[in-house]
């Protein structure tokens, strides 16, 4: 099979090498690395792999790579000091950045073939990646209005859970439902362009370590991941202002149709008992007639 991936290398003091290494038997060629980048799709993962191999064999102290496909971006140790930066391609696909940081000024002539090698490892590994991760955000986002939908929110919520649990994080989960969907005649495709204007409008309220996620016809799920202490109630109370007062269509403001159930993590409920109390709370909201935010307690 032809060797097509090809990586461009230039050092952090504006060096620049030629770097297309040839894959060949050698003995600072660790067949090893090629193995294990082969168990694991996920991108986190295969660049933390990459980077132990790499720093035990070279005095790495930091990686980062960021890509243009769906934005990718991941850093690892400390990314300071002298750099060696690899633009990475795989059958003329451009990949991305990679960013290697290194424990002294410059390496060796040596030195760079052999990292040259080991970088080319990564290339087809990483490529499989990228097309992995592309394909599985795919399935986890409403292809008509782009809201992330119910298969993510298992995932973001065990992140968050570990988060809040062995670090200094509250989290908190809200369910929102709105009933400007029964109220009004608008079509299918209508609907779903307000569906994707009103999340847009949560979005705004939030901040971007926060998630939203449609969650049935006419309600959304909310993830809140702050430093603990952060005011929830005001965070709510404010989200739910603004819903009020937004104009979406036809100068038709939401008004009195929103309702909001709220639950914070105590250190002790898993992530479905978590929607369940957003859920108890959201149905209290509506039987007192709406317009408010309900807490679990």
Not at 205 to 221: A, E, H, I
């Amino acid at each position: 099979m032809p060797d097509n991936g090809h990586l461009c290398l230039a050092t952090s003091s504006k060096q620049h090498v030629d770097a297309l290494a040839e894959f060949g038997a050698d003995s600072f060629f660790n067949r090893r690395i090629m193995t294990i980048l082969q168990t694991s799709l996920n991108l986190k993962e295969l660049l933390s792999l990459f980077y132990k191999e790499v720093s035990d064999k070279i005095g790495i102290h930091g990686l980062a790579f960021s890509s243009l496909f769906n934005c990718h971006a991941f850093s690892t140790g400390r990314c300071e000091g002298h750099s060696y930066c690899y633009w990475l391609k795989a059958n003329d696909q451009d990949l991305g950045e990679l960013q290697l940081f290194i424990d002294k000024n410059a390496l060796s002539s040596i030195e760079i073939i052999h990292l040259n090698k080991l970088v080319k490892t990564l290339i087809f590994p990483l490529r499989n990646s990228l097309q992995y991760t592309s394909i599985l955000h795919m399935s986890y986002v409403d292809p008509i209005t782009g809201i992330t939908n119910h298969l993510y929110i298992e995932e973001v919520l065990r992140k968050a859970l570990h988060d809040a649990t062995y670090g200094d994080s509250c989290l908190t989960v809200f369910v929102l439902r709105l009933n400007i969907f029964c109220c009004t005649n608008l079509g299918a495709f209508q609907s779903e362009q307000l569906r994707a204007r009103i999340s847009r409008e949560i979005e705004y309220k939030l901040t971007s370590s926060d998630y939203v996620f449609r969650y049935g016809s006419d309600q959304f799920l909310g993830v809140i991941n702050r430093e603990s202490g952060a005011n929830i109630s005001s965070i709510s109370q404010e989200l739910l202002k603004h819903l009020r007062n937004a104009v979406f269509f036809d100068e038709h403001s939401i008004g009195n149709d929103v309702s909001i159930g709220v639950a914070t993590y105590t250190g002790k409920e898993a992530t479905r008992d978590l929607i369940k109390q957003a859920k108890t709370s959201l149905n209290s909201a509506i039987k007192y007639g709406g317009n408010q935010v309900v807490f679990y307690s």
